[in-house]
T-cell receptor
Framework: NAGVTQTPKFQVLKTGQSMTLQCAQDMNHEYMSWYRQDPGMGLRLIHYSVGAGITDQGEVPNGYNVSRSTTEDFPLRLLSAAPSQTSVYFC???????????????FGSGTRLTVV | AQSVAQPEDQVNVAEGNPLTVKCTYSVSGNPYLFWYVQYPNRGLQFLLKYITGDNLVKGSYGFEAEFNKSQTSFHLKKPSALVSDSALYFCAVSSHNTDKLIFGTGTRLQVFP
């Protein structure tokens, strides 16, 4: 298993450009989510999905779109990038082991995005 | 609504002394509580979690945390700090009602030699 894979690791965009941050997991997790991390703000939830075809907004959804056509993939789209979207983005999925009751999250390694 | 408060932006402690990083939470239903650590320019590393069972949870690198339901707290502790523990620490909460994981704003731990 590769876990949660995010691409690209680094990206520089010009204001107004669009791009898609990719997130894929091979663990058959139903729940996936996107966060942005900014200094002093912690990680803030952008969008999340409880399964294929279902998405919902988190704390800071404006300027971002998501879709979940498959269980494995949860891309984050910036339609018109703004300098305020300069941040580090993390994707995560959650797991539950019904037999043991264990529960937790797996995070990707992050995408550092700069909008100039 | 879920929320997490980490009241200290920074905690300073001398090497060898005990450390505490505070976390309080608000959530509907039974909480699932997590601590993560982040080193500079790195991703999130899982330290420990409370799902159910013993209120005292032991995790990686000698860290532990105590779930206190009456005080809605989940403070991170370590008996003897190391300089290498210096990093950014995040507390996070979800619950059996939701998979949404909400983070606190983080506490920077600085351990001085």
């Amino acid at each position: 298993n590769a876990g949660v894979t995010q691409t690209p690791k680094f990206q520089v965009l010009k204001t107004g450009q669009s791009m898609t941050l990719q997130c894929a997991q091979d663990m058959n997790h139903e729940y996936m989510s996107w966060y942005r991390q900014d200094p002093g703000m912690g990680l803030r939830l952008i969008h999340y999905s409880v399964g294929a075809g279902i998405t919902d907004q988190g704390e800071v959804p404006n300027g971002y779109n998501v879709s979940r056509s498959t269980t494995e993939d949860f891309p984050l789209r910036l339609l018109s990038a703004a300098p305020s979207q300069t941040s580090v983005y993390f994707c995560a999925s959650s797991y539950t082991f019904l037999g043991t009751g264990d529960y937790g999250y797996t995070f990707g390694s992050g995408t550092r995005l700069t909008v100039v | 609504a879920q929320s997490v408060a980490q009241p200290e932006d920074q905690v300073n402690v001398a090497e060898g002394n005990p450390l505490t990083v505070k976390c309080t939470y608000s959530v509907s239903g039974n909480p699932y509580l997590f601590w993560y650590v982040q080193y500079p320019n790195r991703g999130l590393q899982f330290l420990l979690k409370y799902i159910t069972g013993d209120n005292l949870v032991k995790g990686s690198y000698g860290f532990e945390a105590e779930f206190n339901k009456s005080q809605t707290s989940f403070h991170l502790k370590k008996p003897s700090a190391l300089v290498s523990d210096s990093a950014l620490y995040f507390c996070a909460v979800s619950s059996h009602n939701t998979d949404k994981l909400i983070f606190g704003t983080g506490t920077r731990l600085q351990v001085f030699p």
